[in-house]
């Protein structure tokens, strides 16, 4: 696992759709499953949505909070 992409996942906003603006951390786990089943986006911002979908679906979301005081 990089550190860098989980930083990312607190700091880097969704650039478009129905949660255009917020952090991908804070997306819904709901959002994240319709992705997953329609498939990810191709790109970073795919990817950082796959791993958030990930770390959503195993309740793994509290382990952002450190990373998010910074």
Known sequence: ????????????EMPY????????ADLPGNYLNWFARKGFPPGETGMLLALMQEI????????LDPLRKR
Do not use: A
């Open 17 to 24: 759709g129905k949660y255009k603006g917020r952090l991908i």
């Open 1 to 12: 696992m990089n550190p860098e992409l989980l930083q990312l996942l607190v700091t880097r």
């Open 56 to 63: 959503d679906h195993n309740g793994l979301s509290k382990l």
